[in-house]
């Protein structure tokens, strides 16, 4: 269903690598809506993934940059905003990516090496895009920058390891960088803390199965899926969400005001 919501919109989406990942999904309800952009992602990720069929499918152009790189951020905004001929009007940042966390290292056992990538790629990469864009100008005014968080930035899951600080450190750029974002330019700048959701980051989780089954019986309404998250980004990109900004937004099914659900319960009760 199209509500031509995004229309005359332009922006960039990072982070769509197959079909399961939350930015793919956003990219294509993105272009139901009536919006065009450019897609982006890391050089090695492009040749991993399928982004070229998505680029296909939503008739976009891709410029791979690492979001770690000041230099490939400054040529990716300058690229998108010739190929779209003009300034923007979104931009989302779905990225993360933990070395501690992939290699099975423990949180009381950091490579802090790994531990500096791991928050240059997650958290570092959203203040880096946000400067280039700021420095730039080329946002327009009532644009709209969404990041994709997780709740482990404000509670304990222990197996989230290293991400769970990267997490709040990303969340605390967008209310920082928010500010001046907002003051400067009028431009809005959100995190929105969603579901666990089965794609190759979130699957790199240990014990993802257990965490989220979990979440799906605390949750009031179930696990938001990376189509609610994309309709949700989608909301605010739009002009109905102009004045939301400096926010931490649940898309969680209501997972995060739960204390206890009847379905916890149960597996305890008479057991
Ligand atoms: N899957 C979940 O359970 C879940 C829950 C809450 C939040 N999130 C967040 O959603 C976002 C998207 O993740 P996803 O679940 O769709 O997984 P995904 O694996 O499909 O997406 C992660 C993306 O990050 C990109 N990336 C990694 N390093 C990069 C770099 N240096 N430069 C540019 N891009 C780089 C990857 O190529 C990939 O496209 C992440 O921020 C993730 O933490 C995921």
Redesign the pocket.
Known sequence: MSYNLLKGKQGII?????A?????KTAERVYEEGGRFVL???P??MRM?KINELASTTNSEIVP????SVEELENLVEKSMEILGGKLDFVL?????SINVRKGKHYTDQNYSWTHKGW???AG?FHKTMQVLYKKDAMNEWGSIV?????ASQRVFPDYND?ADN?AY?ESIARSFGYFFGKDKKVRVNTI?????????????KG?EGF?AYAEKMSPLGNAT?LD?ANYTVAMFSDLTKRVTLQNLYNDGGFSNMGVSNDIMEAFVNK
């Open positions: 990072f982070g769509a690598l197959d399961h990942s939350i930015a793919w982006t992602n890391a090695i990720a993934g940059a690492d979001a770690t940042h779905s990225i993360g990516m240059d790629v997650s990469s990041a994709l968080t997780y709740m991400m997490k990303l803390s969603q579901s666990p959701t089965p794609t190759t980051a979130g699957k790199g989780v993802f989220i990376a998250c």
